[in-house]
Nanobody, 122 residues
Framework: QVQLAESGGGSVQAGGSLRLSCVAS????????MAWFRQVRGKVREGVAV??????YYADSVKGRFTISRDNAANTLYLQMNSLKVEDTAMYYC?????????????????WGQGTQVTVSL
């Protein structure tokens, strides 16, 4: 059974940076799909970035500002978030699947963390 635990969220002013981490326990293939999603209360969960066997994916809203990476030796997924905007405020979730293909559909991810809150203020 895979468990994911996010950390690194917090409150920051617009223009600032945060680095989210997600530690995985249990087996996830080193080329398996991992992703960051975010959700604002009452809205649909949005795929932010995906890392898998192919090219990394970024939502248009975060391209050029966010970077997803993974350290397989440490079983850790990261999301470096720079130039944060107020509209980046959300609960951020780490997700994973032992699958090599690309998808941004939440229902195709088998494992989820509990989330870490990111709040960006002016």
């Amino acid at each position: 059974q895979v468990q994911l635990a996010e950390s690194g969220g917090g409150s920051v002013q617009a223009g600032g940076s945060l680095r989210l981490s997600c530690v995985a326990s249990g087996y996830i293939n080193s080329s398996g799909r991992m992703a960051w999603f975010r959700q604002v209360r009452g809205k649909v969960r949005e795929g932010v970035a995906v890392i898998y066997a192919g090219p990394t994916y970024y939502a248009d809203s975060v391209k050029g500002r966010f970077t997803i990476s993974r350290d397989n030796a440490a079983n850790t997924l990261y999301l470096q978030m720079n130039s944060l905007k107020v509209e980046d405020t959300a609960m951020y979730y780490c997700a994973a699947a032992n699958d090599y293909t690309f998808t941004i559909r939440p229902q195709n991810y088998d494992y989820w963390g509990q989330g870490t809150q990111v709040t960006v203020s002016l």
